[in-house]
């Protein structure tokens, strides 16, 4: 329903009101890592988990879906704009997904960087209110060595 009856489906517009407002409001954050769309396509971040879950995609032509989630927000994170983000989440998840140019695939990438079908949460550096996701946050969820290990080697 949303990628039907919302044009912007696919775009920083189709976010919700507030979730435009607070990454606009952090767009000028400093960010730590700042990576090209080649960078991240070759799975060549600091992020050995990143990297795991763009290679799983890569090579097997899905990801989990908590590490679905977890990949766009860094994509969020690592790049310069929230529309970058986008853009480079959609390219991704379009080339290498089975369900790219597939709604769930464009949900997916908004609920992650625009916050769809959620809401805001506590205000941080560059996520604004969005919903945030870290490395420890998975270490506590599954086993993250053997994640790396299946998917980098």
Not at 92 to 120: F, M, Q, T
Request: hydrophobic share 30%; glycine share 6%.
């Amino acid at each position: 329903n949303y990628c039907y009856y919302n044009e912007y489906y696919d775009s920083f517009n189709g976010f919700p009101d507030w979730a435009k407002k607070s990454l606009k409001e952090h767009t000028k954050d400093k960010r730590e890592y700042v990576y090209t769309t080649k960078q991240f396509e070759n799975a060549k971040t600091h992020d050995d988990l990143w990297n795991a879950a763009q290679m799983e995609m890569v090579n097997k032509g899905k990801m989990h879906g908590y590490m679905r989630m977890y990949w766009a927000k860094k994509i969020l994170e690592w790049t310069k704009s929230p529309k970058d983000a986008l853009k480079i989440a959609i390219y991704l998840n379009d080339k290498y997904e089975l369900d790219g140019r597939d709604p769930n695939g464009y949900v997916g990438c908004a609920w992650s960087i625009g916050g769809l079908h959620d809401r805001a949460w506590f205000e941080r550096p560059v996520f604004g209110k969005i919903r945030f996701m870290s490395y420890n946050g998975c270490k506590s969820k599954f086993d993250i060595n053997k994640y790396i290990e299946e998917n980098l080697n």
